[in-house]
């Protein structure tokens, strides 16, 4: 992996300190232009002639996502959002009052929100699996939990958007597949940052974004969608010409793929740039990036750590992403500092993680997300201007 290079081909690091993407990260100059190029193909030929020249582009979209998570090109789906993918597995499930979602405390917070509008309109039971003492998943609990109330789905954020903790999605996934449960993994912050396999985690569906760790444009994003769901015929509520065939007056017939999950209309010129993103990262690899994404974040959670500050990760496993505060719970000292140094951040507020800030008893945390384009000298500097707020 050459830095040199990556920092090259990402602008956007040059004039800042960029630890933001886990929100909205920089995208790679190649990236831009291939939006940019296709722009002025639909200026020039319309929308659809455009689609029509570069249909082979288009379908790179399939193979690289295929690639990525390490499965078949018939199981991904293009997606506006992880947000737009996850509605759409949630609308193919068939739930009928008195059916039961498990999931966890910490799951992301869009997840959380249509979880209680499906009981609100379905009177489905929302339980909220344990945590052990090291903040782990408590499969032992998820087990009781799966043979006491015969979930019609487990749902599970594989990295929670307000913590650096990765869950257990590999262990929960065993126990759907031993109790035939669908299983659905939000990896909207796991993909792009760290090595993810959607058939080694057993999942049935698995959501991810474009513009965080992928780098890719904004309105992207991909739905995985297991064999089993698409052997079982399982459509999501609305479908249109792309995911499925009029067939007769009042039938149709769903798309063989996962391609049934998507919409004829998308933005097409963002579909290739992500592909573009998609590629990048291939052929950097994800485990390049993982270890090197460790070292850096590794490096600032210890640094900040031993500066004092409460720093709010709890697991035995953690990502790219740090959350933390003030020693006295606060953040507008770090807040000020970050922004007249221009370093980019993130701010995290109770209402995003309502049960997990509850819990750890805080209202406002700083979020921190390096990924491979920084440098452990911009850590380094990071970790200078933040050492003496604490003393």
Known sequence: MNLKIIRQETPGCSDKIFL?????????????ETVIKFLYEEQELGGYAAAKRNSQQINQFYEEAAKLIRTKPSNIAFAGSSTDGYAKALS????????????????????QIAFISLQKRYKIEIIRAANLPDHELDLEDF????????????????IPTNSGLIQNVEGVGKLCKQYDILYLVDACQSVGQMVVEAEKLNCDF????????MRGPRGTGFLYVSDKVLSRNMYPLFLDSIGAQWTSFDDFQPNDTARRF????RPYAALMGFTEALRYANTIGLDQIERYNSILTDTLRNTL???????????NRLSSIITFCQADGGVEKIRRI??????????NHKTDALIDFTFKNVDHAIRLSPHYFNTVEEIEVVSRLLENINH
């Open 92 to 111: 193919s499930i068939p739930f009928k009052e008195g059916d039961c979602i498990i999931t966890t405390n910490d799951d992301y917070i869009s997840n």
């Open 206 to 213: 698995l959501t991810a974004t474009g513009r965080k760790f």
């Open 143 to 158: 087990e009781h939990l799966i043979r006491k109330h015969s979930p019609r789905l487990i749902a599970v954020t594989h």
């Open 262 to 265: 998507e919409l004829f209309e």
């Open 338 to 347: 970050l922004s007249e140094n221009n370093v980019y951040f993130k701010e």
């Open 305 to 315: 750590q031993n500066n004092g500050f409460r720093v709010l990760d709890k697991g």
């Open 20 to 32: 933001n993407s886990a929100g909205a990260s920089l995208m790679p100059a190649s990236v831009v």
